[in-house]
């Protein structure tokens, strides 16, 4: 897993955001790969630190900042764009149907990985059409912003060479 | 203040039958009075503004709104009742403005990470700190700053991503530079 996709992870399940099923892989992955403990620390210690900073420094949230920048950008439009991982080139469509599969294979399969993982044979098939993927895909749950339909807006995948973050952030089919 | 604020909803609202906004008001009022002292620097009354909010959230729900999630939902009105304060509000001379600001910094000890955290968190975009805001001082889930905000989810989370992955680089820099 890059440094990147652990951030992420990590990030998520300080903030509640991740999945029993995306934290309990999370913990097998770090309980077979310690060496990434010490970045695990390194990063929940920046987040007190932005915690406090961001408790000390009222002045930086003030409406003087906000009022025009934040009318600006909201009529300019927020970026919709993910800077994260971008989902493989396969059709949405394809990956739709699928998930709905890998996520009953995935909590099954998650339980014996977590209890017998062994990087050599992880191999449950491929994802989706065209892609020559191996590894479980957990879909979190659905979200929705306002009045849109549900979307997913983050997958994890288990793969040989350990957890990696696949994100989905434009609402499917929108 | 609780006795009161019920009572003025009263015209509006059906207490009895609203446990869920009795409850929110409880969870809230404490929150969003922070709110408003941060975002207006002290300058509006912080209660009449937090008054504002729920009333204009009970004008919403009597006129058939119907939020997935209500303590967005008042965060994403907190966000316009601030700014129309703002702009209303007197402005007091520079200098003062700076002396309160000196004063609110004073009464936070600090330390050079945080410093330094902080001087990455005034480059940042007025979008990446008012989600750093929400996040780490109102403790606001994904789907409810994405409400509030009216942005997707996705661009919550990456922004947020990003924004501490750029303190987390500037505190590394820090800490390298430290004898």
């Known amino acids: ?174 | 203040m609780d006795a009161g604020l019920i009572t003025t909803f009263h015209p509006f609202l059906n207490i009895d039958r609203s446990p869920d906004l009795e409850r929110l008001f409880r969870d809230s009022a404490a929150d969003l009075a922070g709110f408003f002292v941060r975002r207006n620097e002290g300058k509006e009354q912080a209660d009449d503004l937090v008054q504002e909010t729920f009333l204009r959230m009970a004008e919403g729900l009597e006129k058939g709104k119907r939020p997935d999630n209500l303590r967005a939902y008042l965060f994403g009105i907190a966000r316009h009742v601030s700014q129309a304060a703002w702009r209303r509000s007197s402005r007091e001379p520079e200098v003062a403005d700076a002396v309160e600001i000196e004063k609110i910094a004073a009464a936070h000890p600090r330390d050079d990470w945080v410093d330094a955290a902080g001087e990455m968190i005034e480059q940042l975009p007025a979008l990446q700190r008012e989600i750093l805001d929400l996040r780490f001082y109102h403790s606001l889930s994904y789907a409810e700053m994405a409400e509030a905000l009216k942005v997707p989810i996705g661009t919550v989370r990456s922004r947020l991503h990003n924004a501490i992955s750029l303190i987390r680089k500037r505190i590394e820099e820090e800490e390298a530079g430290s004898p």
């Not at chain 1, 399940?13 to 995306?22: I, V």
């Open chain 1, 1 to 174: 897993m890059n440094s990147e996709s652990l951030e992420a992870l990590v990030l998520d399940r300080s903030f509640g955001e991740l999945s029993p099923e995306a934290e309990e892989l999370l913990a097998a992955y770090l309980e077979l790969h310690p060496e990434a403990m010490r970045e695990v620390e390194k990063i929940e210690a920046s987040l007190s630190i932005t915690k406090a900073a961001v408790t000390a420094r009222s002045d930086l949230f003030s409406e003087r900042l906000f009022s025009e920048e934040v009318r600006e950008q909201e009529a300019a439009g927020a970026d919709r764009s993910s800077k994260i991982l971008p989902l493989p080139s396969f059709r949405r469509e394809a990956l739709r149907a699928v998930a709905a599969v890998v996520v009953v294979m995935g909590v099954a399969v998650a339980g014996y990985m977590v209890g017998n993982y062994d990087a050599e044979r992880v191999a449950i098939g491929p994802l989706g059409g065209g892609v020559s993927g191996e590894g479980i895909a957990l879909r979190e749950p659905a979200q929705s912003v306002g009045n849109a339909a549900p979307m997913p807006w983050a997958q994890y995948r288990l793969t040989a060479s350990g957890l990696e973050t696949v994100i989905a952030n434009a609402p499917v089919g929108h």
